[in-house]
């Protein structure tokens, strides 16, 4: 029987440098051999994933449920959604075989541990109260696990260590 792949949340607030301290972690990961998925939360549908004038986005915007657009060396899909949340994302859309899931946002999503990235020149609190956080990324934020956002290393190993490993184990 598989176990479920380990699953971790990275939050913070616009700007704090979540996705850089995350693309240098699945640069890290991916280095080491792990094939590592990544979920990115946009609750404002700013980002751009299709061209306006294109043929996937032409179709999709004429009312398909779902667009694939499949080229050599990647496959991207296209599903008009309007309630979801990341475990179902997880279930129906994320590929066999990965190692470790990371996920950007979903402040709100209870069901795998949080770090969150907080920096001095922010000048705030923390958006997640202490008690639901597992840890912090940051360069000077006090808490009982805290990762230097400065060197990204040390959190993939502790990655490595406690989610991985311990998974590959079982």
Do not use: C, W
Not at 59 to 68: L, P
Not at 86 to 102: A, C, F, Q, T
């Amino acid at each position: 029987m598989d176990k479920k792949t380990p699953v971790i949340s990275i939050v913070g607030v616009h700007n704090s440098g979540k996705t850089t301290f995350i693309e240098a972690v699945i640069k890290l990961l991916s280095a080491r051999g792990y094939m590592v998925g990544a979920i990115k939360h946009d609750p404002k549908g700013k980002a751009k994933t299709d061209t306006p004038g294109k043929d996937s986005y032409r179709m999709f915007h004429a009312g398909a449920k779902q667009v694939v657009l499949a080229s050599p060396d990647r496959i991207t899909s296209y599903i008009r959604e309007e309630d979801y949340d990341p475990s179902e994302i997880i279930d129906r859309y994320m590929v066999k075989g990965l190692d470790i899931i990371i996920i950007e946002g979903f402040k709100s999503y209870s069901h795998s541990d949080k770090f969150e990235v907080i920096r001095k020149a922010e000048n705030r609190q923390l958006v997640i109260p202490e008690d639901q956080l597992k840890g912090v990324i940051t360069d000077y934020y006090p808490h009982r696990l805290r990762f230097d956002i400065n060197r990204p290393e040390e959190f993939v190993e502790y990655i490595e260590e406690h989610y991985i490993k311990s998974e590959k184990r079982i």
